[in-house]
T-cell receptor, first 111, second 111 residues
Framework: AQSVTQLDSQVPVFEEAPVELRCNYSSSVSVYLFWYVQYPNQGLQLLLKYLSGSTLVESINGFEAEFNKSQTSFHLRKPSVHISDTAEYFCAVSQGHKFYFGSGTKLNVKP | DAGITQSPRHKVTETGTPVTLRCHQTENHRYMYWYRQDPGHGLRLIHYSYGVKDTDKGEVSDGYSVSRSKTEDFLLTLESATSSQTSVYFC??????????FGPGTRLTVL
């Protein structure tokens, strides 16, 4: 079975600073990759996804992630964060019909 | 966004009682999923369905059963609830290109 690792459980960062949330997974065989965001007391919302093609994918609100097959990583980056980015972020991998999630990273943006 | 609802949104029950959680989607998605979310574990797949009456186990299926008699409804049943099943449960449906849409969650407390 696939395993997904998010090493940082919490990431504090000041507003307008860059941030990187790390994600590693165990197998690159036939996988699709995703980042989801969860705000308090809500369900998960898709932030961005990699299915095929360009290894760099972007979201509409300035986040980007790069699929690195050799390092089995899919790190999430944003060059300048806002207070409104404070949330929990989950990396996920689908393999076959199943989805595997990391344990989440809480991003806390400070003024 | 896909219309996914869950009911009930909150439930408190006692150990040993049966509990059924309902997920309803209006997008005619073939695939549906049940997850549980616990601190430090992210989301873990309980069961999923790939069509009416077609279901399969996820990574934490012990103590849970599911049924899908209609495309739009996916039920999760705890036959005899235990305190270890206290959690937040999320349902999701999936589009043809692997995008999952999540419901708002059900917070279940087993006393």
């Amino acid at each position: 079975a696939q395993s997904v690792t998010q090493l940082d459980s919490q990431v504090p960062v000041f507003e307008e600073a860059p941030v990187e949330l790390r994600c590693n997974y165990s197998s690159s065989v036939s996988v699709y990759l995703f980042w989801y965001v969860q705000y308090p007391n809500q369900g998960l919302q898709l932030l961005l996804k990699y299915l095929s093609g360009s290894t760099l994918v972007e979201s509409i609100n300035g986040f980007e992630a790069e699929f690195n097959k050799s390092q089995t990583s899919f790190h999430l980056r944003k060059p300048s964060v806002h207070i409104s980015d404070t949330a929990e972020y989950f990396c996920a991998v689908s393999q076959g019909h199943k989805f595997y999630f990391g344990s989440g990273t809480k991003l806390n943006v400070k003024p | 966004d896909a219309g996914i609802t869950q009911s009930p949104r909150h439930k408190v029950t006692e150990t040993g009682t049966p509990v059924t959680l309902r997920c309803h989607q209006t997008e005619n998605h073939r695939y549906m999923y049940w997850y549980r979310q616990d601190p430090g574990h992210g989301l873990r797949l309980i069961h999923y369905s790939y069509g009416v009456k077609d279901t399969d186990k996820g990574e934490v299926s012990d103590g849970y059963s599911v049924s899908r008699s209609k495309t739009e409804d996916f039920l999760l049943t705890l036959e005899s609830a235990t305190s270890s099943q206290t959690s937040v449960y999320f349902c999701a449906s999936r589009t043809w290109d692997n995008e999952q849409f999540f419901g708002p969650g059900t917070r279940l407390t087993v006393l």
